[in-house]
């Protein structure tokens, strides 16, 4: 992906933003920055970005700035339906979320973790794991350093494992994961969603982009992430802490394997 020379306009200016900032940066774009805060509140960040040629707006997020852009890279916080980023999706500009941007530049395996509880506990825990079976690894996304950061690295170790958010997921084209784990889902961020099914549709978005050679993890015990095993294109690893899973028909279909949480 080139990006010398385009016009790039980065969405919201939080961690993420600003690690956006600066990878855009390095890579030649020329850089524009929409946030909702008065440029009281951004004194910090326009600080810690004072070396990058930047056309601001603050305080508030309008149709004409997002308009002329060659891309659109959005902050988790910011969403996804607000009336600039659909005009201009009108206008045919790309729409993309940090991680779908960093995705494209990531040269390592990636374990991609959702769910509505535990996604942190999980990914810190999965880290662990491989390091201590040797494995260099990187651990971050939605905890710890923004995936956009690690892609601006040499990118020396062996595996990257991060925690994604459903926000993260609804700005994602080509995201595909090694191995995408979905945890479980409850209802959560119904403020953001027109409703319940509308969340677990951006939960599945961790899937979408799988072939048969990458793998689904999903949680048996929780019934809305057992559904997904007949719908994904990926193979598919079925998890429990409470019983055995019945394996059924999915058994004939080499789909489905079943390891037993400690």
Known sequence: MDLKNKKVLVVGLARTGLATVRFLAGRGARLKVSETKPAGELEAARKALADIPIEWEMGGHTVPFFGDVDLIVVSPGVPMDIRPLAQARRKKIPVLSEVELAFRFLRRPLIAVTGTNGKTTTTTLIGEMLRASGKSVFVGGNIGNPLIDYVGTPQKEEWVVAEISSFQLEGIVVFRPTIGVLLNITEDHLDRYSDFQEYIRAKARIFQNQGKEDTALLNADDPLTF????????????????????????????????????
């Open 227 to 262: 559904q997904f095993a007949h719908r994904v294109e990926s193979q598919v690893l079925l998890f429990s802490a409470q019983r055995p899973v019945p394996l059924g028909s999915f058994l004939e279909e080499g789909a489905i394997f079943y390891q037993e949480a400690d």
